[in-house]
């Protein structure tokens, strides 16, 4: 490729490659463990009582340590996902450096703002149940994946493990539920 190519944008596809390529390796999905199940209904059990129905919970050594739920509209907030609230709870007790050795667990994928956060955070690992996919049309989303976030902040590690108990967060919202 020359240089005049490279210069007007012909050289974005191969240098994208390759920043994406090396990102990769930052994150990785993970299996769940056998607790993995009893966190991510307690992230759902928050999200019944959300304004709308999300729910996280951030969890160290088997210890929850703060609870979120979506407060946008009682809040007159629109941050307060209940990814961002989990990570505000967890701030009033405990030291930002212990979010390297903590899992979040999101009731449904997070959106680009709250992946953002927890990327920013530094947790060791996100664990969520339903996916961006499962809930367009659903529910107003940004349709980008957390995987495509993570890869794309080469100084995260984190793992990610997805999909689980989607179905019993998906019920959340049935037509009409969401409280507007």
């Known amino acids: 490729m020359d240089r005049r190519t490279l210069l007007t944008g012909g050289g974005t596809l191969l240098i994208a490659t390759a920043l994406t390529q090396d990102a990769q390796a930052r994150s990785r999905r993970v299996p769940v463990t056998p607790e993995d199940s009893h966190f991510m209904q307690l992230a759902i059990d928050q999200a019944k009582d959300g304004d709308l129905p999300f729910g996280a919970i951030i969890v160290r050594d088997g210890n929850v340590l703060a609870l979120g739920q979506n407060s946008t509209k009682r809040n007159s907030d629109p941050t307060a996902h209940a990814t961002m609230m989990a990570i505000r709870a967890f701030l009033s007790g405990q030291e930002p ?9 999101a009731s449904c994928e997070p959106c680009p703002m709250c992946m953002g956060a927890i990327i920013w ?25 957390v995987g495509q976030i993570a890869n794309a902040a080469p100084f995260a590690d984190i793992g990610i493990s997805g999909g689980l108990l989607a179905g019993n967060a998906l019920r959340l919202f049935s037509p009409h539920k969401d409280k507007k």
Do not use: N
Not at 97 to 105: G, L
Not at 124 to 139: N, P
């Open 121 to 145: 955070c530094g947790f060791q690992r996100l664990v969520y149940g339903a996916s961006i996919d499962e809930l367009l049309g659903k529910t107003d989303q940004i349709d980008v994946t």
């Open 97 to 105: 450096d212990a979010f390297r050795a903590s899992t979040i667990y």
